[in-house]
């Protein structure tokens, strides 16, 4: 009755195989007296069933070679009929063909029958083992489960169990049977926190837990040494370093090690906030009107010096006449760089670009100043700072310009002529250069004028060269033609509409003077 039973014996190892023969003996020799494991029996069965047992209630995750016994005994005169174990997914698939492979099942008994007699799939990837059962009271067998390959994951795994009389297909279930996996031995070690950053010097400290190699914890892990590299140094589960950079923890525990990173920060580095100001003193300027573009760096720091201050800003192309002014460092005007230097903390530096409003025809004139410096500088959103002028047409003055040979008292008896020509200005800025002069009908000229004359009398002026005539720059009067009296000489000067930097429009000035006759002519 045992014949299968030895054979699964001889294939196990030699410690293995006394403890399964003692197992048989005790069940030959002592009247199937059952073994000190847990052992199941039916919970409130109102049929006989017997006992069933399993042991060992233990094994260690991953295993490849265990061995399990379960062990029945009928107590209670149970009569004949089917024993069914649920083995769980995990554990080898039981065979009963090979004794030499993964999962052989072998069953002995002093019964008069204790057999497998179904091997069949169950639920969930278990297996469910059939064994007919026919054994006297106090009598059993055993069935010898070896060669298994235990679940990778440590738990407590259930192999419920039910005995079948043969005469009723009614299951009575046997009290829970059931092997708890435990974690194989300590495979690897994390180091929690992981990625820590400290300051130069600073300390951290670290617990540790094991794991086996299949990811079961084995909880925390108290009999570490710890070493840090590439400097640094480690006192019992704090670590500490002073080189910036990143360093190697690394816990050990036997021959097993573990690792994590720990982070030295840099030392803080110097920091100083610049700001920039653009600003210009007229937006809309006639017409070569002084402007001035003012740039402002500011170190808002109240602690922190900024080193390597430089500020870059482009002379405008329609300033006229420009000229850069710096209250500290040099301005390369070819470049449009500033070099300002070092800013101590509240300081400011001006650079100011100074010149005339240019054409209306180049549009929008804009600086833009863009600060940058050494120093780290926390915010950059206050390094670009712009303004802009747009040149507006501006109005066109008139003046009489007299002959140098012109008498101081004009008198009829004098010879020679009266002569004036006519000019014009930029009335914004008298100081401008002139208007061009028209020349006659000379195309392109900035204005036109045209002169008038009239007397305090009313009688008509002499006939001359330019009297209302359009577009005569002179006029001119032979002395002795002209008749005692007041004359007042009107110069009406009127921008052209092809220059565009002065505004639409016309412009008079008047001179007056006196002929007397002495009699002298």
């Given at each position: 009755m045992f014949s299968g039973l030895g054979r699964a014996l001889s294939c196990l190892p030699g410690g293995m195989r006394r403890?399964?023969?003692?197992?048989?003996?005790?069940?030959?020799?002592?009247g199937l007296a059952v073994p000190a494991v847990a052992v199941g029996t039916a919970a409130?069965?109102?049929?006989?069933?017997?006992?069933?047992?399993?042991?060992?209630?233990?094994?260690?995750?991953?295993?490849?070679?265990?061995?399990?016994?379960?062990?029945y005994v009928n107590t209670d005169k149970a009569g004949p009929g089917t024993i069914s174990i649920n083995v769980p997914a995990g554990f080898s698939v039981p065979q009963d063909t090979n004794p030499h492979g993964a999962g052989?099942?072998?069953?002995?008994?002093?019964?008069?029958?204790?057999?497998?007699?179904?091997?069949?799939?169950?639920?969930?990837?278990?297996?469910?083992?059939?064994?007919?059962?026919?054994?006297?009271?106090?009598?059993?067998?055993?069935?010898?489960?070896?060669r298994v390959t235990v679940p990778t994951t440590a738990g407590r795994y259930s192999f419920a169990a039910s005995f079948t009389p043969a005469n009723s297909s009614a299951a009575t279930p046997f009290g829970p049977l059931s092997?708890?996996?435990?974690?194989?031995?300590?495979?690897?070690?994390?180091?929690?926190?992981?990625?820590?950053?400290?300051?130069?010097?600073?300390?951290?400290?670290?617990?540790?837990?094991?794991?086996?190699?299949?990811?079961?914890?084995?909880?925390?892990?108290?009999?570490?040494?710890?070493?840090?590299?590439?400097d640094g140094s480690c006192t019992g589960a704090t670590c500490t370093a002073t080189t910036p950079g990143t360093h190697t923890?690394?816990?050990?525990?036997?021959?097993?090690?573990?690792?994590?990173?720990?982070?030295?920060?840099?030392?803080?580095?110097?920091?100083?906030?610049?700001?920039?100001?653009?600003?210009?003193?007229?937006?809309?300027?006639?017409?070569?009107s002084p402007v001035i573009f003012t740039t402002t760096v500011t170190n808002t720091s109240t602690t922190t010096q900024s080193d390597g201050v430089t500020v870059t800003a482009a002379l405008p192309a329609g300033l006229v006449s420009p000229a850069a002014t710096t209250s500290a460092g040099s301005y390369d005007a070819t470049a449009g760089t500033w070099t300002v230097g070092s800013l101590a903390p509240g300081a400011s530096a001006t650079?100011?670009?100074?010149?005339?409003?240019?054409?209306?025809?180049?549009?929008?004139?804009?600086?833009?100043?863009?600060?940058?410096?050494?120093?780290?500088?926390?915010?950059?959103?206050?390094?670009?700072?712009?303004?802009?002028e747009a040149s507006q047409p501006a109005h066109i003055g008139a003046t009489i310009v007299p002959s140098p040979n012109n008498p101081s008292n004009v008198d009829v008896s004098l010879p020679g002529y009266e002569a004036w020509t006519t000019g014009a200005y930029n009335a914004e800025n008298p100081s401008a250069p002139a208007p061009?002069?028209?020349?006659?009908?000379?195309?392109?000229?900035?204005?036109?004028?045209?002169?008038?004359?009239?007397?305090?009398?009313?009688?008509p002026c002499p006939a001359a060269d330019g009297t209302d005539d359009f577009n005569q720059t002179a006029l001119e009067y032979l002395i002795s033609s002209l008749a005692p009296d007041t004359y007042t000489i009107t110069l009406q000067v009127c921008a052209s509409s092809s220059n565009t930097n002065y505004a639409a429009g016309c412009t008079t000035t008047s001179v007056t003077f006196t002929v007397s006759n002495s009699g002298n002519g």
């Open positions: 403890w399964r023969a003692t197992t048989v003996a005790a069940v030959a020799l002592a409130a069965a109102t049929v006989p069933t017997g006992t069933l047992a399993l042991a060992p209630g233990q094994a260690t995750a991953g295993g490849t070679a265990d061995a399990f016994v379960f062990t052989y099942l072998g069953a002995g008994s002093l019964c008069a029958q204790f057999q497998i007699s179904g091997i069949a799939a169950g639920p969930a990837g278990s297996s469910i083992v059939s064994i007919a059962e026919k054994c006297a009271p106090r009598l059993g067998g055993v069935l010898l489960y070896s092997v708890t996996v435990r974690p194989g031995p300590l495979a690897s070690l994390t180091l929690s926190p992981a990625g820590a950053t400290i300051t130069p010097g600073g300390r951290q400290s670290y617990t540790v837990t094991g794991a086996d190699a299949y990811g079961n914890t084995l909880g925390a892990v108290t009999n570490a040494s710890f070493a840090i590299a590439p923890v690394t816990a050990t525990s036997g021959k097993i090690s573990g690792t994590t990173t720990l982070t030295v920060s840099a030392p803080p580095q110097p920091q100083a906030d610049l700001a920039v100001t653009e600003t210009v003193s007229n937006t809309t300027p006639y017409y070569y650079l100011t670009f100074s010149g005339y409003a240019g054409d209306v025809s180049l549009g929008t004139q804009t600086v833009t100043a863009t600060v940058s410096a050494t120093t780290t500088d926390p915010n950059s959103a206050n390094n670009t700072a712009s303004a802009s061009v002069d028209p020349g006659g009908s000379t195309p392109g000229a900035d204005y036109t004028s045209t002169w008038f004359c009239l007397t305090a009398s009313g009688n």
